[in-house]
């Protein structure tokens, strides 16, 4: 999408192959909202001499709001993002919607590096498989400056999996800014940080449960002080 305002309703994508955004491409100029959509077996997959990979259902570098919508089996081998990518300076929204099963070199459900904002949704059985290097949030991963509206709330993140890396759920890396409130981290698996992986301290977490979850060291939350 080049341009907007554009509202996509009710919606089954699936299958698609790019090397960013196997599904959906929203450019810097962009305005998308996603309406009860189905983003399902599609894939960021590497081409020769060409940039990174990211998104296997949506590369997102404008704006855009989800709602209500699907992510299924999405996957961006060795890239970030395996449904969703949303790039520097890029805002997104997402809510009542669900992100299960997908996923990536790090971010197995969602990589973001912009504005990132998540209600009422769940984040559930994604895998960071750690190809083309480390393996960094099975469910969400938070790089880059981000900002104050770096926001889950009410929302369930479980099951996800960073096979041999950090952050089973969440991991918050470099110099991004996280708030979780009022939401369920659990049964999510890494070798470091189960639930939470945060090396910097710039991360609110309330009236969150964290539970279950599994690591070799700090199986609930791994930041300095904690």
């Known amino acids: 999408v ?7 309703e009710d919606m ?3 299958d ?10 929203n450019d810097a100029s962009g305005n998308v909202q996603l309406v009860r959509c189905k983003f399902d077996g599609n894939s960021a997959e590497f081409r020769p001499g060409t940039g ?20 299924t089996n999405n996957s961006a081998w060795s890239g970030s993002g395996g449904a969703i990518t949303n790039e ?4 997104i929204t997402i809510e009542d919607s669900v992100i299960v099963g997908n996923s990536a070199g790090s971010g197995g459900g969602i990589a973001n590096a912009g504005s990132f904002t998540m209600r009422r949704s769940t984040v559930s ?3 960071a498989l750690g190809s083309g290097g480390p393996a960094y949030g099975g469910g969400l991963l938070f790089t880059g400056p981000g900002g104050p509206s770096n926001l889950i709330e009410n929302s369930t993140v479980s099951g996800n999996d960073a096979i041999g890396g950090n952050g089973g759920g969440i991991t918050n890396y470099f110099s991004s800014t996280l708030q979780v409130r009022n939401s369920t981290i ?13 090396p910097v301290t710039n991360i609110s977490i309330q009236n969150t449960i964290i539970a279950n979850n599994t690591a070799m060291i700090a199986a609930a939350t791994q930041r300095p002080g904690w």
Do not use: H
């Open 2 to 8: 080049l341009a907007g305002p554009v509202t996509i």
């Open 12 to 14: 089954k994508i699936v």
């Open 16 to 25: 698609g192959v790019a090397l960013q955004g196997g599904g959906l491409l």
């Open 52 to 71: 990174p990979i990211l998104g296997g259902a949506l590369y997102n570098r404008g704006q855009m709001t989800v709602l209500r919508s699907e992510f």
């Open 88 to 91: 520097n300076l890029a805002q």
């Open 125 to 127: 059985s994604n895998q």
């Open 186 to 198: 659990t049964a999510n698996m890494a070798s470091l940080g189960g639930g939470v992986a945060s």
